[in-house]
């Protein structure tokens, strides 16, 4: 095809972009559609119409297959929307930091397929019994880094340093991580924890436990 064009001094570029800047040259000419052959997977030659009808099934099918994927992400979202709706409801009752992890630690575990809750806070000890972890203020910025630096959530693997100072089990695998403010300020940090690498990745939508973060945030301020 290459010496063809060259005889005829036209590149294959200049019969691309023609084609595109008419693209009902072949409703002209559409005789041309029986006469022009592909190849096909199969090795048999079909014919060019032949060729973009099977083109347009294929596309056909990747669309449906993309608006299935969208509506289940769509309601995997709304599932998980009204569980975190249901979470903050039994969270308002809330006065104590106690009672925030216990319904945290509870209601995480079961509706959210979390194997551990931690809330890490800059904040002083007020009972002997407290289900969350203190860290200084540099100690929160060693550790969590641009969560506390940059308000930032983050999810994956991290370091195994980091994870068995959260969760002392040693069975974590994987963190998603999101600051706790007081203010513009991080005063600290609300870890989830999986027993699976793949659970939290760099890629993990971290909408929903953004959320969740600023609503302890704002209870934490009255407790």
């Not at 002209?28 to 096909?40: A, G, I, R, V």
């Not at 060729?51 to 347009?56: C, D, E, K, T, W």
Request: aromatic share 6%; glycine share 4%; hydrophobic share 40%.
């Amino acid at each position: 095809m290459n010496n063809e064009l060259k005889k005829l001094q036209v590149t294959e570029q200049e019969v691309v972009q023609y084609l595109t800047q008419r693209p009902d040259f072949f409703i002209d000419h559409s005789e041309l559609l029986t006469q022009l052959h592909l190849k096909h997977d199969s090795g048999d030659a079909i014919s060019l119409i032949e060729r973009q009808n099977h083109i347009l099934r294929q596309q056909n099918i990747d669309l449906v297959d993309r608006l299935e994927q969208f509506i289940d992400v769509a309601q995997r979202n709304d599932r998980l929307f009204f569980k975190l709706q249901d979470l903050v409801i039994k969270l308002l009752p809330c006065h104590t930091t106690n009672q925030i992890c216990r319904v945290l630690n509870t209601e995480l575990k079961e509706q959210f397929d979390v194997d551990e809750v931690q809330l890490v806070l800059n904040q002083p000890h007020h009972t002997d019994s407290d289900l969350w972890q203190h860290f200084e203020q540099d100690n929160l910025l060693a550790h969590f880094g641009s969560v506390i630096s940059e308000l930032k959530n983050q999810c994956g693997e991290f370091d195994q340093e980091l994870r068995d100072r959260v969760f002392v089990s040693g069975e974590i695998k994987s963190l998603a991580m999101a600051a706790i403010c007081r203010g513009e300020r991080a005063i600290g940090v609300l870890v989830l924890g999986s027993q699976s690498k793949e659970h939290y990745r760099s890629s993990t939508d971290t909408l929903f436990l953004g959320h969740l973060a600023k609503v302890v945030s704002q209870l934490l301020d009255r407790c």
